[in-house]
T-cell receptor, first 114, second 111 residues
Framework: GAVVSQHPSWVICKSGTSVKIECRSLDFQATTMFWYRQFPKKSLMLMATSNEGSKATYEQGVEKDKFLINHASLTLSTLTVTSAHPEDSSFYIC??????????FGPGTRLLVL | SQQGEEDPQALSIQEGENATMNCSYKTSINNLQWYRQNSGRGLVHLILIRSNEREKHSGRLRVTLDTSKKSSSLLITASRAADTASYFCATDDGGAQKLVFGQGTRLTINP
């Protein structure tokens, strides 16, 4: 199957710093990628849809200035959590859409903000 | 926002038994997909069933879809310890081309 990677797999940072998470589709081009957030023992909440070469589409309630998304190429989307605070601690998962019906998910990034 | 609910939220069975999980959704869909997530990991796609299909099989997995009731079920037969994971249904409404996930079922297979 298709492979999507995320980097880093985990990160610990101090409150007030910014953290960048990368999502790469390794063996296919993805014009659309998605970013999700997942709290412990909860489901995935879609944060935003990342479109190559255009602005991301954010879900209601997601602060676009807080969670900056850049989809600069067909294989890379980045999520930057700006001025992170402890409440931003979570598991962030990306996915890349390969076909109209198929998404492949990355392994996730665990963020802990102290 | 979440599309719907999964039932049960947690399920614990003995190895070799069958496990059934249910998913309900609220809006019209183009397809429904089931995913597995091992603890602290990403999601693995299991099976996709389209709105014009009623049942689909893949190995030990059997998925049904009832669009009149807006519900789906995932049956895992002859369960194994390695099946221990969380299982999520996700719906694709065909419009926004994004998946909306259910709450998930945490399945534990006891050896």
């Amino acid at each position: 199957g298709a492979v999507v990677s995320q980097h880093p797999s985990w990160v610990i940072c101090k409150s007030g710093t910014s953290v960048k998470i990368e999502c790469r589709s390794l063996d296919f081009q993805a014009t659309t990628m998605f970013w999700y957030r997942q709290f412990p023992k909860k489901s995935l909440m879609l944060m935003a849809t990342s479109n190559e070469g255009s602005k991301a589409t954010y879900e209601q309630g997601v602060e676009k200035d807080k969670f900056l998304i850049n989809h600069a190429s067909l294989t890379l989307s980045t999520l930057t959590v700006t001025s992170a605070h402890p409440e931003d601690s979570s598991f962030y998962i990306c996915s890349a859409r390969r076909t109209r019906e198929t998404q492949y998910f990355g392994p996730g990034t665990r963020l802990l903000v102290l | 926002s979440q599309q719907g609910e999964e039932d049960p939220q947690a399920l614990s069975i003995q190895e070799g038994e069958n496990a059934t999980m249910n998913c309900s959704y609220k809006t019209s869909i183009n397809n429904l997909q089931w995913y597995r997530q091992n603890s602290g990991r990403g999601l693995v796609h299991l099976i996709l069933i389209r709105s014009n299909e009623r049942e689909k099989h893949s190995g030990r997995l059997r998925v049904t879809l009832d669009t009149s009731k807006k519900s789906s079920s995932l049956l895992i037969t002859a369960s194994r310890a390695a099946d221990t994971a969380s299982y999520f249904c996700a719906t694709d409404d065909g419009g926004a081309q994004k998946l909306v996930f259910g709450q998930g079922t945490r399945l534990t297979i006891n050896p």
